[in-house]
């Protein structure tokens, strides 16, 4: 049977075009792999930054505390994939934590304690606080510091485990409760000490367990998560970015839970003494997000003490930096959680 001249041509071109279509497959899964390879070495990279930078804690501090890095157990992961049939409630997720007990501690006696939550979305607690971590502990404070979910330095999964406002500050509460068991601390004598997000944990921590906590201060703290999405940076604006950290939901589609998860919204739960600084120059989190809490507080009928800053040398890190202002600043703190932690 003979065939006409266009179907010889299309079986021709069709020839033709397979060798081409298989290079392209192979190109693809190429480039996935490459992709893919690119991926780890991002999580291997974040890693070993982390791993380094703990070091640098016993070479910076061995001097006046007892350094350690512990490991507890927080909530489970909701949104972890679940295997061998072990359903994600049985299964805690593991969280690291940072422990500084004073060297010039008496044996047998219990300590203050002092829970510091790193701030930044995805960020980790690094020596950047050493200063600060000395100056608490040369106090008299154990200091323990929890890396909480979303935090970086340990892997993707539990990077994208973050859990923003939410099973966060239950992973802190849970750092203190193991301090308290594990410690020569003083269940009654435990505060919480945050900058910017880790501001909102410590207001937030305080807000649901008045009980374990005796102090509060929050610097600069990330108060109305509503009015951050307005206003902040470029992160907010991705969609995609901001279902990972509000449990799959935006802002817009579960308005409810953003307020349950932000302190001006609960000021009313108030129990704690409590500090709040803030500075009108603040790049990062606005003077007017605060100023919103301080007025909630108020119409609260809440007792608290507050200070804020002008133009602050520094902005947002005002009161974390070397300077004679940031350094009489945090005297304040230190001066306001001993008359409350005695």
Not at 46 to 54: E, F, I, M
Request: overall charge neutral; glycine content about 8%; hydrophobic content about 40%.
């Amino acid at each position: 049977m003979r065939r006409s001249p266009c179907s010889l041509l299309c079986a021709g071109l069709l020839a033709g075009s397979l060798p081409l279509l298989a290079q392209e497959s192979r190109d693809e899964g190429r480039l996935k792999k490459v992709e893919k390879q690119v991926d780890g070495l991002r999580w291997s990279q974040d890693a070993l930054r982390k791993a380094t930078d703990d070091q640098l804690w016993f070479l910076r501090l061995s001097d006046v505390a007892v350094v350690d890095k512990v490991t507890f157990t927080g909530p489970a992961n909701p949104r972890a994939e679940e295997s061998y049939g072990i359903k994600n409630e049985r299964h805690p997720l593991k969280i690291q934590q940072y422990v500084f007990v004073p060297r010039k501690a008496e044996k047998g006696r219990k300590l203050p304690l002092i829970v510091l939550p790193h701030g930044g979305v995805h960020a980790d607690f690094t020596t950047y606080h050493a200063h600060i971590v000395r100056e608490m502990v040369e106090c008299g404070f154990v200091v323990v510091a929890p890396d909480y979910r979303g935090s970086t330095g340990y892997g993707k999964g539990f990077y994208e485990a973050i859990d923003y406002g939410g099973l966060e500050v239950d992973d802190v509460v849970a750092g203190r409760d193991w301090a308290v068991e594990h410690l020569p601390v003083d269940p009654k004598r435990c505060a919480m000490v945050g900058w910017s997000h880790g501001g909102l944990i410590a207001l937030m921590a305080v807000f649901d367990h008045p009980e374990k906590f005796a102090a509060c201060y929050a610097g600069v703290p990330v108060s109305d998560l509503l009015m951050r999405v307005g206003y902040a940076g470029e992160e907010y604006r991705d969609d995609a970015v901001v279902r990972t950290m509000f449990a799959g939901r935006t802002p817009s589609e579960d308005v409810d839970l953003v307020r349950r998860r932000s302190p001006v919204w609960n000021a009313h739960k108030l129990r704690t003494p409590l500090l709040i600084h803030t500075s009108t120059n603040d790049r990062d989190v606005s003077v007017v997000e605060v100023e919103a809490l301080l007025t909630a507080l108020k119409a609260a009928g809440k007792t608290f003490e507050h200070k804020i800053y002008q133009d602050a040398p520094g902005g947002h890190s005002f009161n974390r930096i070397d300077t004679t202002l940031a350094q009489e600043s945090r005297k304040e703190i230190y001066a306001f959680l001993e008359k409350h932690l005695k």
